[in-house]
C-alpha cells in the first residue's frame, strides 16, 4: 500500500511538470511593412542628408554676420589677443605689485620666524 501511493505521487508529479510548461515558442516573427526595400533605402539616404532636428539650436537655423574687415585684418587682431595675458585671470589689471621699503630691520624679522617655529614666546 505504501508503494502505491508513491507511484501515484511519483505519476501526479509528472503530470504537473509536462502541465507546467504550456507557453510554446513560435520563433522569430518577421517584420511587416508596406514598403518595398528600395523605398526604405531612399527614405534612409534623405534622412542622413537631413539637417538632426533633435539637435540643440535646430529651429534658429544659421546665422551671418556681414563685415567689412578683411580675414588679414581678422586674424592679426586674433594673434594679438592671444599673445596678450589672460583679461579673465584674478588681479590681471592690477598690473606688477610694486616692492615698499620697510623699515624693519631683516635680522629683526628672521629672529622672530625662528621663534614662532620654535614656539618660543615672542617678545614685543
Do not use: F
Not at 17 to 22: K, Y
Not at 24 to 47: F, I, L, M, T, W
Not at 66 to 84: E, G, H, I, Y
Amino acid at each position: 500500500m505504501k508503494t502505491s501511493k508513491i507511484i501515484a505521487a511519483a505519476a501526479l508529479s509528472m503530470l504537473a511538470a509536462v502541465g507546467a510548461q504550456a507557453e510554446s515558442y513560435e520563433g522569430v516573427h518577421q517584420p511587416v511593412s508596406a514598403a518595398s526595400r528600395a523605398e526604405v533605402n531612399s527614405q534612409a539616404v534623405v534622412a542622413a542628408h537631413s539637417a538632426n532636428p533633435y539637435a540643440e539650436g535646430y529651429a534658429q537655423g544659421v546665422s551671418t554676420v556681414d563685415s567689412n574687415l578683411a580675414r588679414a585684418t581678422v586674424r592679426d587682431q586674433a594673434v594679438v589677443a592671444a599673445r596678450n595675458d589672460n583679461p579673465y585671470a584674478e588681479a590681471a589689471m592690477a598690473g606688477v605689485t610694486s616692492v615698499y621699503g620697510s623699515t624693519v630691520d631683516r635680522a629683526a624679522v628672521r629672529a622672530q620666524a625662528r621663534a614662532a617655529a620654535r614656539g618660543d614666546q615672542l617678545a614685543l
